[in-house]
């Protein structure tokens, strides 16, 4: 797989102008760079790493779908024919915004917790959640979230309801 270094060696340039080339940031290079690098890029079938990208910007563009596994529900609910739909379209919606969904079932605040940190989720979007000490918990993570189909009474919260 090619790298950002490997096309700047070849195109005889910076690191830092071929990642200008890559974001659109152009206005401080020529066009004839701007094409040789382009090129290399089209050819080598580059794509951006998003797990460099993460670690760069400290944020990842990955919205979290989150359901709190219960002692009474200790599988995947994606079987459920509601769940499945609201999946489908948010899916769709945070791919037209240039974001990628990670759909996820943990058991409990820890997880949570871990699962934020560990993939630097830029959002969560919480379903069927108790105003609990797992509630509680998301509230307290510093990224932005909606419940979904939730027994919360917060009017401080965004929760869409049935």
Request: charged share 20%; proline share 3%; with cysteine.
């Amino acid at each position: 797989m090619v790298t950002l270094k490997d096309i700047a060696a070849e195109a005889g340039v910076s690191i830092t102008t071929v990642s200008n080339v890559v974001h659109n940031r152009t206005s401080r290079v020529s066009a004839d760079v701007i094409a040789k690098i382009t090129s290399i890029i089209e050819r080598e079938h580059y794509a951006p790493s998003m797990s460099a990208r993460s670690l760069a910007n400290d944020q990842s563009t990955i919205i979290g779908i989150v359901t709190h596994m219960t002692p009474q529900n200790m599988g995947s609910n994606m079987s459920d024919p509601f769940t499945s739909s609201i999946v489908a379209s948010v899916e769709n919606r945070t791919r037209e915004e240039g974001y990628y969904l990670m759909i996820r079932s943990v058991e409990d605040a820890d997880a949570l917790t871990s699962l934020i940190h560990s993939w630097q989720l830029s959002g969560l979007i919480l379903m069927g959640m108790f105003q609990d000490e797992f509630f509680e918990a998301a509230r307290h993570l510093g990224i932005p979230f909606v419940l979904i189909d939730s027994y919360v009474d917060d009017p401080g919260v965004c929760c869409i309801g049935l």
